[in-house]
């Protein structure tokens, strides 16, 4: 059974940086299309960013293209986000996610995924 960890999440200014990574344990990550989805508070989850197993192509919402990065190492079994330019409105909990057998696919769907983080949250002041 595969397990996902989020790090990095925290507090920072607006216009400034974050990371976050999601370790992967349990399973190979290149049989995996990875996303990374968020949820702010009386909000749906939404999709953020996604990648395919090579890592080739991300795909990204439209309010975060430029902005933020989705890359893998696979040989660690990480995945990330780099987050920069950030705004208020970036504020929430950010899901790591995984779909197992994806093939040369990248997924914006959440009902995709089937396997979950337990989140980690992002908090940008103005």
């Excluded at 216009?15 to 399973?27: D, I, K, N, T, W």
């Excluded at 890359?71 to 920069?84: G, H, I, W």
Aim: charged share 20%; net charge neutral.
């Amino acid at each position: 059974q595969v397990q996902l960890v989020e790090s990095g999440g925290g507090l920072v200014q607006a216009g400034g940086s974050l990371r976050l990574s999601c370790a992967v344990s349990g399973g190979t990550l290149t049989d995996y299309a990875m996303g990374w989805f968020r949820q702010a508070p009386g909000k749906e989850r939404e999709f953020v960013a996604a990648t395919k197993w090579s890592g080739s192509r991300p795909i990204y919402e439209d309010s975060v293209e430029g902005r933020f990065e989705i890359s893998r190492d696979n040989a660690k079994n990480t995945v990330y986000l780099q987050m920069d330019s950030l705004k208020p409105s970036d504020t929430a909990l950010y899901y790591c996610a995984a779909r197992y057998w994806a093939g040369s696919h990248a997924f914006t769907d959440r009902r995709e995924y089937g396997y979950w983080g337990q989140g980690t949250q992002v908090t940008v002041s103005s």
